[in-house]
């Protein structure tokens, strides 16, 4: 092949590696193993440019490793449950199930394009029932070990759907698909108690080195560990049955700028009050409809509803606050009720501000000036850690910081009897109730004589009925009579099917575990989750760095629990890289309205529509669908290759940045692949003889070392600018055939986990024995990383002007007239003799003349 052609060369290599089975994970008791995964993709139907970002980073990983020496894990999956299917299903009258397969297929096939190390024989879909009927196997285990309940709860209803939303799919108040106003509705669901693992998933973050920082944070701000005062306010004639209302407060310290209590509308209080009340049952239901996340409770207009009731302060009862029902208390936080402390806390005091309650500082700050909120200024709420003057503290000095005024405001109400210091958490159970279709079902039956009844094992998997209709919202499981009417597991008598189905986040948090041993006839198998456990290296994006990364934690330790993986693998995940995204320009024009119209890139000529229609650019934007600036991964392996696709993403920043795809930079990528391949021709026709064999092979050894170091640090953009300079020097050098031929193969095998089918072709021309896949990785020669020759400044009456290159080793006379020979020192001496000549052996000549 006298040019680089990535279309007769990609599908050749791709097929040799699948005959060679050159990435089929098998445990080797004789190899370290190495187990690298991506968090796995919706199917959607097409791959995308930031797909093929995410998952060449982790082919890079899995190529380097199995190049020195491991056993590697690398599968692949689909995370197929879930809402869009359903969907579909509306819009295209065609089955989920079908609209999922068929996306899978096509998406396999386009990840065949890229050249990935994956081992498709792992492959499974969350939506298989041998996949979901271990995961309801999972479910009976944990409810035999006391992790899974049932109870009440409030949660976000999609009047439309008809279905519960968790936080995420509410967007400003309404369904993200339905786009109606979500309610709060009081709903019978099932819980995972993740929030028994509060402080274990708390204290192991301390642990996870290889994790980000901003991570790790993250999930310490939602686990939320906090110590504040439980205590009771005592209520002044109040309902029979409710002669206290209990708070907890992390910040006990502001108790004595109490102003009001509030109570959440699903507060038992509020719900006894709304019965002889119908304005209050009217403010309650209106408080329901609003969503459940603290985000949108922030947001939203604070709204109160003076109950008439008074609770007498705990450290003076001539003082009386009024109760509130207060619509951005939730019953699911706390104790359902909090004291309002309105100078302290901007949203009380917006509150406070609005039905002309009072407001009183209990601290303020040292020094500087200060606008009190009792004038008008904003709530002042320092951090805990910041030393202020207490205006009413509970400690004899004034001057405390904030955990300890804290700390002192625990210790007076313990000894008083007033209340005690409690820890709590922020996080709460799981809810994983789901009432829509493509889901897991939830394996239990309800009978009327022996209850909620677990399915026997032998049972499941508990299968999706494949005759649902969706002509109408709602769960069809709920309308599936021959499906959901079964005799009970227990007593044999006419039962329910449970017609929930389990949250999509349940199916992404143990896929990790399966892909061990994908086809055992239990959730896992002991000996294959204790070879590959842990995850040696997790790729994926930021947004998971919460709820899917803290449901995956606990996962493992339920599993832990159940038996089914071992204690080392209780923190799934030793590494965790998240990867920035894939940004392209927008190009937008406007409609007659002037409301904007989207246009693809490939529409887009010089900045320009094919009529000539100058179009305005958005730089470096998130791609977007609905704003036509996505790239088709596609487009760009017919065009250029996907060796092309793969040098361009991984070489232009650094892995944890965005990085902006542009067709110059596509193309410049391409243009340099194809110059390595000429490079790596020319040495192969090199003479025989030549000048500079070991300054090539020097400078190749030290590209061994410093792409190694790069690759083993994520550095990969670092790795490539390395092998643009190697090219460069193999280019201009003047070396021996034999010094050419093994530096472009050691050039090829280093830019091999980037550019895997072109190395394949650069190794297989240059004579490469077998697979450049399977060939060692090159070792550096520490030898060769020590230059043998040194370059040393020459100064002139202390200003650089020369410099001369030495050995290493060589005297300092000789150094001496070596310097005193050079151009820039005869010029300055001038035919007469210098005053002085420094030699410091190894840094530097002074001459002064």
Avoid at 476 to 497: E, F, I, T
Wanted: glycine letters at 8%.
């Amino acid at each position: 092949m006298e040019r680089y052609d990535a279309s007769q060369i990609e599908a050749k290599w791709q097929e040799a590696w699948r005959e060679a089975g050159c990435f089929v994970a098998k445990p080797d008791p004789d190899k370290p193993k190495y187990y690298v995964l991506e968090m796995f993709p919706y199917p959607s139907g097409n791959l995308h440019i930031g797909h093929v970002r995410n998952y060449a980073m982790g082919d890079v990983v899995a190529r380097y490793k199995l190049s020195t020496g491991h056993a590697v894990l690398h599968p692949m999956g689909w995370d197929a449950f879930g809402l869009p299917a359903e969907n579909a299903a509306m819009e295209r009258q065609v089955h989920p199930g079908a609209w999922t397969y068929a996306n899978i297929d096509n998406m396999k096939a386009q990840f065949d394009k890229l050249g990935l190390t994956l081992d498709w024989s792992r492959e499974f879909a969350t939506c298989d029932p041998e996949y979901y009927g271990q995961q309801q196997a999972m479910f009976i285990d944990f409810l035999e070990k006391g992790l899974v309940y049932r109870k009440n709860a409030v949660v976000n209803w999609d009047p439309v759907d008809m279905t519960v939303l968790a936080n995420e799919q509410v967007e400003d108040g309404k369904g993200w698909r339905s786009g109606a106003p979500v309610e709060r509705r009081e709903l019978t669901q099932w819980f995972f108690r993740i929030s028994d693992y509060s402080e274990e998933l708390l204290s192991a973050l301390d642990r996870l080195d290889n994790w980000p920082e901003k991570v790790r944070s993250m999930q310490r701000n939602w686990i939320g560990k906090s110590r504040g005062l439980q205590f009771s306010f005592s209520v002044v004639d109040g309902p029979a049955g409710y002669d206290r209302v209990e708070v907890y407060t992390t910040r006990p310290d502001t108790l004595m700028g109490a102003s009001f209590v509030g109570i959440s509308p699903d507060h038992p209080l509020a719900k006894t009050l709304e019965a002889g009340n119908s304005d209050l049952a009217a403010f309650n239901a209106e408080c329901r409809k609003m969503g459940t996340s603290e985000e949108e409770l922030e947001k939203a207009e604070k709204r109160g509803f003076d109950t008439g009731l008074r609770v007498r302060h705990p450290l003076d009862t001539a003082w009386e606050l009024p109760v509130y029902v207060a619509n951005f208390i939730l019953m699911d936080y706390g104790t359902g009720a909090i004291f309002g402390c309105p100078a302290h806390d901007p949203r009380d005091l917006e509150f406070a501000r609005k039905f002309g309650l009072p407001v009183q500082s209990t601290f303020e700050p040292l020094s500087g000036e200060h606008h009190s909120p009792e004038e008008g200024g904003e709530a002042y709420v320092p951090a805990k850690t910041e030393t202020v003057r207490y205006i009413s503290g509970f400690a004899g000095k004034s001057e405390q910081t904030g955990d300890e005024g804290i700390d002192s405001a625990i210790s007076f109400c313990e000894q008083n009897g007033i209340g005690h210091g409690v820890t709590k958490f922020r996080l709460r159970d799981w809810g994983i109730s789901r009432q829509r279709y493509w889901g897991c079902p939830i394996p239990v039956v309800h009978c009327d004589a022996c209850g909620v009844v677990p399915e026997k094992k032998e049972n499941l998997p508990v299968r999706l009925p494949e005759d649902v209709s969706f002509d109408r919202p709602g769960n069809p499981l709920d309308r599936h009579d021959a499906w959901r009417n079964v005799p009970c597991p227990s007593c044999g008598q006419p039962a329910r099917r449970e017609t929930d189905t389990m949250d999509t986040f349940v199916d992404s948090s143990w896929y990790y575990a399966r892909f061990t041993s994908p086809g055992a006839s239990t959730p896992t198998n002991p000996d294959e989750a204790a070879y590959w456990m842990n995850v040696d290296q997790y790729i994926g994006g930021v947004e998971h760095a919460i709820l899917h990364l803290l449901y995956s934690r606990f996962f493992a330790r339920a599993m832990n629990e159940a038996g089914h993986l071992p204690d080392t693998a209780r923190e799934p995940f030793d590494a965790l890289f998240t990867q920035g995204m894939v940004t392209h320009e927008i190009y937008m024009t406007r409609d007659d309205t002037g409301r904007p119209v989207y246009h693809f890139p490939s529409d887009v000529t010089d900045g320009k529509l094919a009529d000539g229609t100058e179009v305005e650019i958005i730089p470096s934007a998130k791609m977007s669908k609905s704003k036509k600036n996505v790239v088709d991964p596609m487009e760009i392996i017919t065009r250029f290759g996907a060796d092309t696709a793969r040098w361009f993403v991984l070489s232009d920043s650094p892995p944890e940045r965005d990085v902006e795809w542009t067709d110059a930079g596509a193309e410049a990528a391409s243009k340099h692949l194809a110059r390595v391949w000429r490079v790596a021709q020319a040495a192969k026709d090199a003479p025989e003889a030549g000048q500079g064999d070991e300054d090539l092979l020097r400078e190749m050894h030290r590209a061994i070392r410093d792409v190694t170091l790069a690759v083993e640090s994520f550095g990969f953009n670092a790795a490539i600018a390395r092998l643009y300079a190697l090219t460069n020097t193999l280019a201009k050098s003047m070396a021996g055939r034999a010094a050419q031929v093994e530096a472009a193969r050691t050039l090829a095998q280093l830019m091999s986990p980037m550019t895997p089918h072109l190395s394949e072709e650069i190794w297989a021309a240059l004579g490469g024995e077998g697979l450049i896949a399977t060939a060692p990785w090159p070792v550096a020669d520490e030898a060769m990383l020590v230059d043998s020759q040194i370059t040393l400044p020459i100064q002139i009456n202390g200003k650089r002007r020369d410099e001369i290159k030495v050995p290493r080793d060589m005297a300092k006379d000789e150094i001496e007239a070596l310097a005193l020979a050079t151009p820039a020192v005869q010029k300055a001496l001038d035919g007469g003799t210098p005053k002085k000549v420094i030699v410091v052996p190894g840094r530097i000549v002074n001459v002064v003349v």
